[in-house]
């Protein structure tokens, strides 16, 4: 993986990227870039949680709306708010070195959240997220992150059990909807991406 590349790339498609050799510049430019008066809408992403970067932001005085932290009766009211925030914070299941962002979810707030609703998107994934082309992020996205993800929630799926997609019909599927984005949208002012020369998140 060529990390110019990946930041050439993504430049061309009209997204903003930036690397980090380490988390400490990376926690630092975030927090620079994000006004302190902004509200942040943060979907569940293990990256996110493994930086701190939600509880960062609402320490030091953003509005903070993320389904993680509230009961599971008013995961649907921070749903809403999330999607109406000034900014939308994220990770990614998959990256390709062409620029592709691959998203997969079970109930479509972070990808709606991604693709509308939100005029400032900020990317923060690690090195670990980036695929040689479309169909290997594809790939990434179903037999990578999501298996995991589906043991860490609990659901009753097969491939939480067995570790590898199988395109199930499962109740408890966490792979309803599917989104790739090529570019920022024309609703979209500004969409960053960090990257972090880590292991982040599945």
């Known amino acids: 993986m060529q990390i110019q590349k990946v930041l050439t790339n993504l430049t061309k498609r009209g997204f903003k990227p930036f690397y980090f050799e380490d988390r400490k510049e990376a926690l630092d430019f ?18 996110i949680k493994q930086l701190e970067l939600d509880n960062l932001l609402a320490k030091r005085g953003n509005t903070v709306y993320s389904h993680s932290l509230v009961s599971p009766e008013l995961r649907d009211k921070v749903y809403q ?31 709606s959240a991604l693709s509308f609703g939100v005029k400032n998107i900020l990317y ?4 670990n997220k980036i695929s040689p082309d479309l169909e290997s992020a594809i790939d ?8 995991p993800n589906a043991k860490r929630l ?35 002012e500004n969409v960053y991406v960090v990257i972090i020369n880590e292991t982040l998140g599945y």
């Open 81 to 111: 708010l999330a999607y109406s925030s000034d900014w939308y914070l994220s990770s990614t299941n998959a990256l390709s070195e062409e620029g592709d962002f691959v998203n997969i979810d079970g109930t479509a707030n972070r990808i």
């Open 154 to 188: 609990n659901k009753n799926t097969p491939c939480a059990t067995s570790g590898q997609c199988c395109m199930c019909d499962s109740e408890d599927c966490i792979c309803n909807a599917t989104l790739i984005s090529h570019h920022p949208t024309r609703y979209q």
């Open 124 to 127: 923060v994934l690690g090195n």
């Open 30 to 47: 975030v927090l620079n870039l994000i006004p302190q008066n902004a509200s942040v809408g943060v979907g569940g992403s293990m990256t």
């Open 140 to 147: 990434r996205a179903r037999n990578i992150a999501a298996p």
